[in-house]
């Protein structure tokens, strides 16, 4: 018997056992009530892992509509003034022409401040200030402002601009970690994935920074 003749039985055995199953089930109530309920749920399931990212995208532009607001506020300028920005309220858009990005980015990266897309750390220093920015973002949910980071090349331009003036960086290399260098003034961009998947930019303000 040949090698395609022995898999042809063996799948033919696991077809006729499998109908076996299907049909005893179907014999008894319990079973056959068991059977659909289960089907149900597997259906449900499988709708909810669809309807996820688009439901998150939609909560994220509710929040952003309300970030645009504060971001313009004069009470939200005080407190990035003062630097009292508290976790989830905006302080700062980004802009990245290259991929596409336009985000109100919010202090703090938990869970709940990330669904505003993308979120400061707040250990590191404010967008312009000397030091190592950085920013976390989603890259398959609430708006995937970061989906594409990956595409970033040297030399593309990233955009803050903050309640009290405006910063431009250019992206420079791509590196899993920080970077420290006295008295520069860079970026690090990170997507919420797990660390094998990570993209990160370093950016570096030009000399139209203010």
């Not at 939609?58 to 508290?86: C, F, M, N």
């Amino acid at each position: 018997m040949g090698r395609r003749d022995r898999e042809s039985g063996l799948s033919n055995r696991m077809g006729d056992g499998v109908g076996f199953l299907l049909d005893a089930l179907r014999a008894r109530p319990v079973a056959r009530r068991l059977l659909s309920g289960m089907s149900l749920l597997l259906a449900v399931i499988g709708v909810g892992m669809l309807a996820y990212p688009f439901a998150t995208n939609l909560w994220q532009e509710r929040i952003q509509t309300h970030l645009d607001r504060q971001l313009a506020s004069p009470a939200l300028r005080k407190a990035y003034e003062q630097g009292a920005v508290s976790e989830g309220d905006a302080l700062t858009r980004i802009k990245i022409p290259a991929i596409g990005v336009d985000v109100v980015v919010v202090e703090g990266t938990s869970a709940s401040a990330l669904r505003a897309g993308a979120g400061h750390y707040p250990n590191t220093p404010l967008p312009g200030e000397v030091g190592n920015v950085g920013v976390a973002g989603h890259r398959t949910t609430y708006g995937k402002p970061f989906a594409n980071l990956d595409q970033l090349k040297p030399g593309d331009p990233i955009v803050f601009e903050t309640p009290i003036g405006r910063d431009l960086y250019r992206s420079h290399r791509n590196r899993m970690r920080w970077m420290r260098a006295t008295g520069a003034r860079l970026l690090r961009l990170q997507t919420g994935c797990s660390p094998s998947r990570r993209a990160t930019r370093k950016g570096q303000p030009s000399n139209g920074s203010s």
